[in-house]
């Protein structure tokens, strides 16, 4: 934190209320009594105040002011020092007004807010932890998190976090990061244990998405191949019915529709499907196992296979059962949504990674 020398204090180093914004002057010389305290800062300049008032706004004031002082002279004094002295006309001026402008927040907001803290001051703590937040840059970034710490202000330490995580690279090459290393090795440790889970955890988005996505196209093959063996659809008609030309265009679900529909072609010539050594037709069976699982309606149902796979799975125990059974839940989930087209809700992940068994590329 660099000092700033300011013309006005260095000029007047024992008069208080230049500093302060003339309006402030004015009602503040106007209205109160004679003050009763001075604020000492570190150049030696005074500000008059008034006891009443720094009490009533800072706990940590009151006290300083309630404890009995040796010396019987008629004034007190409370010296403020190791922040520069406009910093403490400020925060002097922020005690008898509550207000702070945009301008004073971008010159001396990390002062302020280390004296907030300090002197138990909360609205100009979070007045001060949002402006220095909005300033925040990859030069200032690791001083200002030092600073969040040092403040216990969890927000802003958030925020430089992120930023910190968001631009490693950078911040590695300042003056600020290298200083830091040498001197607390700990807060490297915890920057780095934060950069690695919000690795972690845009890992865990990213997959989160990717199921989502999967289960999506699920779903949209589920109904494809409802309606191509219902009612057909561009080449492919129901089974017993043959190839239907009543409809007019493609479905609104073209892409996935045409690949199930050549898959389905396939899968009714192709001469490897009975002894299991061809993928697609397998991926064709799984699509017709998973319909099965998430069929209501198995008696009218015109999807091949759809009461046999019922039966065979009501017979069989397999041992991917649970995995299985969560697949066709968020399929059929998956489902309801698209139906319904709501926003997608945030729910818990299955701590498992769901596999596709082998059913998703049925796009070819
Ligand atoms: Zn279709
Ligand atoms: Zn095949
Ligand atoms: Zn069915």
Redesign the pocket.
């Known amino acids: 934190m660099e000092e700033t020398h300011n013309t006005a204090t260095a000029a007047t180093p024992t008069i208080s209320g230049e500093l302060m914004s003339s309006d402030f002057q004015f009602s503040y010389q106007n209205s109160l009594p004679k003050p009763d305290v001075q604020i000492l800062t570190s150049n030696g300049l005074r500000i008059p105040a008034h006891t009443g008032i720094l009490a009533s706004v800072s706990p940590v004031l009151e006290n300083i002011i309630d404890r009995p002082h040796k010396h019987h002279s008629s004034e007190k004094i409370i010296p403020i020092l190791g922040v520069p002295c406009d910093a403490v006309s400020l925060f002097i001026q922020f005690l008898y007004s509550s207000r702070c402008s945009e301008e004073e927040l971008e010159k001396y907001g990390i002062h302020l807010l280390a004296l907030s803290h300090v002197y138990l001051v909360p609205q100009l703590k979070h007045t001060c932890s949002k402006a220095v937040g909005h300033r925040l840059t990859v030069e200032n970034v690791v001083d200002v998190l030092q600073l969040a710490r040092l403040c216990d202000s969890p927000d802003l330490y958030v925020k430089c976090m992120k930023m910190l995580s968001d631009n490693f690279k950078a911040v590695e090459k300042t003056e600020g990061w290298k200083f830091m290393q040498e001197n607390d090795p700990f807060l490297e440790l915890e920057i780095l244990r934060f950069i690695d889970e919000a690795e972690s955890r845009k890992k865990r988005t990213r997959r989160h998405r990717e199921e989502q996505r999967l289960f999506m196209e699920l779903s949209e093959a589920m109904e494809c191949l409802e309606h191509i063996c219902t009612e057909g659809c561009t080449t492919v008609g129901p089974c017993d019915l043959g190839p239907s030309n009543k409809r007019r265009g493609p479905c609104n679900k073209f892409s996935t529709c045409e690949g199930l529909q050549l898959l389905i072609k396939h899968f009714t010539m192709c001469k490897n499907r009975v002894n299991g050594k061809c993928s697609r037709c397998k991926r064709m069976g799984q699509l017709l196992r998973l ?2 699982s998430i ?1 209501d ?2 008696d009218s ?1 015109r ?1 091949p296979l ?1 009461r046999q796979f019922k039966l065979k799975m009501q017979r069989e125990r397999r041992g991917d059962e649970t995995l299985w059974s969560l697949l066709v839940k968020k399929v059929a989930s998956a489902r309801v949504m698209s139906s319904l087209s709501l926003p997608k809700r945030k729910r818990e992940e299955p701590r498992e990674t769901i596999h596709d068994h082998g059913i998703r590329n049925f796009r070819k």
């Open positions: 319909h099965s069929c309606q198995t149902c999807v759809c």
